[in-house]
């Protein structure tokens, strides 16, 4: 879903990239690059205890969303001066609070904290939705080579797992574009109510 979202993007990025020179697009997938070593680490050295903790029971998906709220409150009410790109620097933070999306939603620590670094609510919101496919495709892929997308691994049939691919599919889109529009209308807050309810209830 997000790389029909942003395919104009995507497209324009590989263009360049291919381009082998360094350009705007290849910093932008540098940065990206860069962002993703966070999540690796915890990917490779921390993944099944990350599991077991969720596994805890709901306590800890409640104690999650407050925590995002209280993270989107406050870059919403903060009033860091602006910056015209996402450094280096900024997407190694970025990066970091996605690693962190192992106990708190993604899109909700990512693009608070770029908006507290001070990166610009388009900008940050393009970046977190595009920091992520790299390392969800990856997985995805090493999971089908272990064909954990069989119906024999998983006990759920094919069937099943088309509905559930096809309903993934436009949910995220869905999700994906309301994100997007409540990010660029400067409009958090919501968001940060809406965890908060979720997570109290």
């Not at 860069?34 to 999540?39: A, G, K, N, Q």
């Given at each position: 879903?997000t790389?029909?979202?942003?395919?104009?993007?995507?497209?324009?990025?590989?263009?360049?990239?291919?381009?082998?020179?360094w350009?705007?697009?290849?910093?932008?997938i540098?940065?990206?690059l860069?962002?993703?070593?966070?999540?690796g680490?915890?990917?490779?050295?921390?993944?099944?205890s990350?599991?077991?903790?969720?596994?805890?029971?709901?306590?800890?998906?409640?104690?999650s969303?407050?925590l995002?709220?209280?993270?989107?409150?406050?870059?919403?009410?903060?009033?860091?001066?602006?910056?015209e790109?996402?450094?280096f620097?900024?997407a190694?933070?970025?990066?970091?609070?996605?690693?962190?999306?192992a106990?708190?939603p993604?899109?909700?620590?990512?693009?608070?904290?770029?908006?507290?670094?001070?990166?610009?609510?388009e900008e940050?919101?393009?970046?977190?939705?595009?920091?992520?496919?790299?390392?969800?495709?990856?997985?995805?892929?090493?999971?089908?080579?272990k064909?954990?997308?069989?119906?024999?691994?998983?006990?759920?049939s094919?069937?099943?797992?088309t509905?559930?691919?096809v309903t993934?599919?436009?949910?995220?889109?869905f999700?994906?574009?309301?994100?997007?529009?409540?990010?660029?209308k400067?409009?958090?807050i919501?968001?940060?109510?809406y965890?908060?309810?979720?997570?109290?209830?």
């Open positions: 879903s790389i029909v979202v942003f395919r104009r993007e995507l497209l324009q990025l590989i263009a360049g990239f291919f381009r082998f020179k350009n705007s697009e290849t910093i932008y540098s940065k990206i860069l962002s993703m070593i966070p999540v680490i915890v990917g490779l050295f921390f993944k099944d990350v599991e077991e903790l969720f596994a805890s029971g709901l306590l800890v998906v409640g104690c969303l407050i995002t709220a209280i993270l989107l409150a406050f870059a919403y009410y903060a009033r860091p001066r602006l910056k790109n996402i450094s620097k900024d190694f933070i970025i990066g970091v609070a996605q690693a962190f999306a106990i708190l993604r899109s909700g620590s990512t693009i608070s904290t770029g908006l507290m670094l001070g990166d610009r609510k940050v919101a393009r970046f977190s939705f595009l920091m992520v496919l790299i390392p969800i495709l990856g997985e995805a892929m090493l999971d089908l080579m064909g954990g997308f069989h119906p024999s691994e998983t006990g759920i094919a069937l099943a797992l509905a559930g691919f993934a599919f436009l949910s995220g889109l999700a994906c574009s309301w994100m997007i529009n409540i990010v660029k400067g409009k958090l919501y968001f940060a109510v965890c908060l309810i979720v997570g109290t209830g």
